[in-house]
Nanobody, 114 residues
Framework: QVHLVESGGGLVQPGGSLRLSCTAS????????MSWYRQAPGKQRVLVAS??????TTYGDSVKGRFTISTDNANTVYLQMNSLKPEDTAVYFC?????????WGQGTQVTVSS
């Protein structure tokens, strides 16, 4: 099993930055894929970024060049979000793919508004 806790959400103005953190109950190196998803009100949850075995990264088209996923090589995954737009407003969830199962955190709210 993997327990995940997200933090770092909040209110930010358009063009601003935030860094989200996801702390896992086990080493990131033991988890196949760590991902960030987001879900806006009334919309489906969508993939934002993934990091595979702590090395290889992939991003959704809407965040490429603005968001960066990384790890501390211990048990935390980060999502650095720059040049934020109102359409980035959503609840952001951390996901761990471990042993063929998906584990989710509780989510953290990000609101981009002036």
């Amino acid at each position: 099993q993997v327990h995940l806790v997200e933090s770092g959400g909040g209110l930010v103005q358009p063009g601003g930055s935030l860094r989200l953190s996801c702390t896992a109950s086990r080493s990131i190196s033991s988890i196949n894929i760590m991902s960030w998803y987001r879900q806006a009100p009334g919309k489906q949850r969508v993939l934002v970024a993934s990091i595979i075995r702590g090395v290889f990264t992939t991003y959704g088209d809407s965040v490429k060049g603005r968001f960066t996923i990384s790890t501390d090589n211990a048990n935390t995954v980060y999502l650095q979000m720059n040049s934020l737009k109102p359409e980035d407003t959503a609840v952001y969830f951390c996901d761990a793919n471990f042993g063929g199962l998906a584990y989710w955190g509780q989510g953290t709210q990000v609101t981009v508004s002036s």
